[in-house]
């Protein structure tokens, strides 16, 4: 198996895999996983270095030579950084930009003026998933939390009514809709296409976020029945500024990314010539990189001057947007480096045989590898990556729908049932004064919805696309 290993990491065809082959291949995968979940869960190592080990013991475990291992590692690491690292730091600096200029806190308000009594919990949704859009999802949350928090407490609602759905909007948007960093990971390592996924992940996530949203809140709030911290509401960031920007233009300057990317997609489903001038055209204003960046210059006009910010001051928020995406960086590389030493290992067409074998759909495979991982490790980031570079190779038989698919199964299964491994579920019980069975029951449930449901629609969708 040793000789197989190295062919493999050395060739770019692999050759078939022995059941001795198969067997040695999944003790490694399992050993590379038990590695990374045990560091990140019982030793609180950080997660970049624990998929760093894991990625290592992967490769000496499948017998591969730890020098082809490491490059497998590096070359991973750079081309997942490559791929998505200005997006997600142009994501980052957009969504600072919403918040520090009181363009997040223009659109809350605006929502909740129009909203009042049974229209409550979907205006939360409607906020989450614009908020959430640009925003990574603890970013999100400690933005919406003031929010949630006084509308509860001024309109006496239930906590859980209004606080489900807007934890539901953000974290449908987290899983399925990029540019947030997993989706992004995803769509490089499946090879599909940004816009067709984008355009796919919307018609999956408004269902999807209404029945865990607002529908799910009527339950969750009679199962838990809190009210709202009494406790000072935290700060919001308008707060110390004279004056912030439009409704209109800040809604404008959040969704433009995603009008961009859309469009790029119409068109080319439209003319379908790569030589057409037109479809060149958004080829280019659709792409993610010139789509985001389009965001932030024009989020700088329409968000930072409107609020008073100077040039230094712009200049400023650019810096602090960038500075809390060092480690989401280094994580999504060391996911990507992950899932390179896997596929050079072999595992991929591991994977691709025991698919064929057992014949179960590869949408459904994709969500299961997702949620397995999800469960082991905490991370719904961490799931999307190594879920994604293990079924990579399913795609590539796939139509450019399907491959889309594959991703949104992927993203769905990688938020199933988050429990006390994972951050958001301590940062969502410390916010909202629950204990540890409260927090199951509302946010656990919750997430668990999401990735079925989302799954299920992804199932449906491919018997009809």
């Given amino acids: 198996m040793t000789r197989l290993s190295v062919e493999m990491l050395a060739a770019d065809a692999p050759p078939p895999i022995t059941s001795a082959g198969h067997a040695q291949l999944g003790i490694a995968v399992l050993a590379g996983i038990a590695v990374i979940v045990l560091l990140i869960t019982k030793f609180k190592l950080h997660a970049f270095l624990s998929l760093t080990i894991g990625s290592l013991v992967l490769g000496a475990v499948a017998g591969a030579p730890l020098d082809k291992a490491i490059t497998s590692f590096t070359t991973g690491l750079g081309s997942t950084v490559a791929g998505v690292g200005v997006l997600i730091a142009l994501g980052a600096i957009l969504g600072k930009l919403l918040a520090d200029s009181g363009g997040a806190d223009q659109v809350v308000d605006t929502i909740l003026a129009k909203a009042g009594g049974r229209a409550m919990p979907w205006a939360m949704v409607l906020i989450a998933s614009v908020i959430g859009l640009p925003l990574f999802f603890e970013v999100g949350i400690v933005l919406l939390i003031p929010v949630v928090l006084m509308v509860a407490k001024r309109g006496n609602y239930s906590l859980m009514r209004i606080g489900v759905p807007a934890l539901a909007g953000l974290s449908v948007m987290h899983g399925l809709i990029p540019p947030h960093p997993g989706p992004l990971v995803a769509i490089d390592a499946v090879k599909a296409n940004l816009g067709v996924t984008l355009a796919l992940g919307i018609l999956v996530a408004i269902p999807t976020v209404i029945i865990a949203g607002p529908l799910f809140s009527k339950v969750a709030a009679r199962w838990v029945d809190v009210p709202a911290p009494d406790r000072m509401l935290p700060q919001r960031p308008s707060e110390d500024l004279q004056r912030r920007p439009g409704f209109g233009a800040t809604l404008a300057t959040v969704l433009l990314p995603v009008v961009l990317m859309l469009a790029k997609a119409l068109v080319d489903i439209i003319f379908d010539d790569p030589t057409n001038m037109t479809q060149r055209v958004f080829d280019v204003i659709g792409s993610p990189l010139i789509a985001l960046l389009a965001a932030v210059i024009v989020g700088i ?165």
């Fill in 301 to 465: 006009f329409t968000l930072g001057r409107p609020a008073g910010f100077s040039k230094e001051r712009i200049t400023s928020t650019v810096e602090k947007g960038l500075m809390p995406i060092a480690g989401i960086l280094l994580i999504v590389g060391a996911g990507g480096g992950f899932k390179q030493t896997l596929i050079d290992c072999g595992v991929g067409q591991m994977i691709l045989d025991i698919s064929k074998d057992w014949s179960i759909p590869a949408l459904l495979l994709a969500w299961l590898i997702a949620v397995v991982i999800r469960l082991a490790t905490g991370s719904a980031t961490v799931a999307t990556v190594s879920a994604a570079g293990l079924v990579a190779p399913l795609a590539a038989d796939m139509s450019t729908t399907h491959a889309a698919l594959l991703v949104l199964a992927v993203g769905a299964g990688s938020l199933f049932f988050s429990h006390v491994n994972d951050a958001g579920f301590w940062l969502v019980k410390e916010y909202f004064g629950l204990n540890v069975g409260q927090t199951i029951k509302t946010w656990s449930v919750m997430e668990t919805i999401i990735s079925v449901v989302a799954g299920a629609l992804v199932l449906l969708l491919s018997l009809i696309i």
